[in-house]
Each structure stands twice: as C-alpha cells, then as structure tokens.
C-alpha cells in the first residue's frame, strides 16, 4: 500500500509564491506601452508589494517620497471605498502632473500604481488605461 505524501507549504513559501506572481503581472504590465515608467502593487496600508522600474528611466521619487505618495493613494481609495454604495465602486484614477501621468487601479491584489512618461496624449493614455484594465 503507498501513502500519498502530502506537501503542506508554509506561509512563507506561500507568500514568496504571491508576490512571484504580482511580479509577473507588474512585468505584463510594463511590457503593454514603453511609455510606462514604473508599475507597483501597494497593499491597503501603502506598503509596496513589489514595483519594476523601465531600465534606463530615471527615478523622480526618493525612497520616503515614494513611501508617503503610495501611503496617500491607498489613504484615497479607502476613503472612497467607505462611500461606494452610494456613487459605485471606483475603477481607476488618473493624476497628472508636470512630469508624469499617474494611473491607478484597485483590484482584489491591491492597488496597482502606474505611471506613465509626460506630455502623453489622452488618446494613449485612454489605449494604455484599457489595456491595463484588461491585464489585471
């Protein structure tokens, strides 16, 4: 008679596994547009989950800059999470800004954070937004 072996994972493994596969979705995500510059997953709190960077594009957000703009998305999409019944779940945001378009995304991994190279026209920026929405 043989025994089945079972392989229970550890959280550890397990949470190594999650990541691994945010990873990949950020990576599918950067390889939609080379206007992207960065994509990330923050968690509910702003914690970065992971985040790649387009090779060769500099970096305009210092470490606590960075910390402080993710904790102030995910602060905004869960106060606005409080008031879905009555206007409906937000999709996504959009900021612009004088260097760079901001695209953000709520999704059960958490928050996706694009941004995206300035002076892009809102035509792109509405092709790169609908083909993000379809790979995550």
């Given at each position: 008679?043989?025994?089945?072996?079972?392989v229970?994972?550890?959280?550890?493994?397990?949470w190594?596994?999650?990541?691994?596969?945010?990873?990949?979705?950020?990576?599918?995500?950067l390889?939609?547009?080379?206007?992207i510059?960065?994509v990330?997953?923050?968690?509910?709190?702003?914690?970065?989950?992971t985040?790649?960077?387009r090779?060769?594009?500099?970096?305009?957000?210092?470490?606590?800059?960075?910390?402080?703009?993710?904790?102030?998305?995910?602060?905004?999409?869960?106060?606005?999470?409080?008031?879905?019944?009555?206007?409906?779940?937000?999709?996504?945001?959009?900021f612009?800004?004088?260097?760079?378009?901001?695209?953000?995304?709520?999704?059960?991994?958490?928050?996706?954070?694009v941004?995206?190279?300035r002076?892009?026209?809102?035509?792109?920026?509405?092709?790169?937004?609908?083909?993000?929405?379809?790979?995550i």
């Amino acid at each position: 008679m043989v025994i089945p072996i079972i392989v229970v994972k550890t959280p550890n493994q397990k949470w190594s596994e999650e990541i691994s596969s945010y990873k990949k979705k950020c990576q599918k995500i950067l390889n939609l547009s080379p206007s992207i510059r960065y994509v990330g997953l923050i968690n509910q709190y702003g914690r970065t989950l992971t985040g790649i960077i387009r090779p060769g594009i500099p970096i305009l957000l210092k470490a606590d800059s960075a910390r402080n703009e993710f904790f102030l998305v995910s602060t905004l999409f869960n106060m606005r999470n409080k008031i879905d019944t009555a206007i409906g779940e937000m999709d996504y945001a959009i900021f612009k800004h004088e260097k760079v378009t901001l695209l953000v995304f709520q999704s059960r991994d958490g928050i996706y954070y694009v941004s995206l190279g300035r002076n892009l026209p809102a035509t792109s920026v509405t092709k790169i937004l609908g083909r993000i929405r379809k790979t995550i």
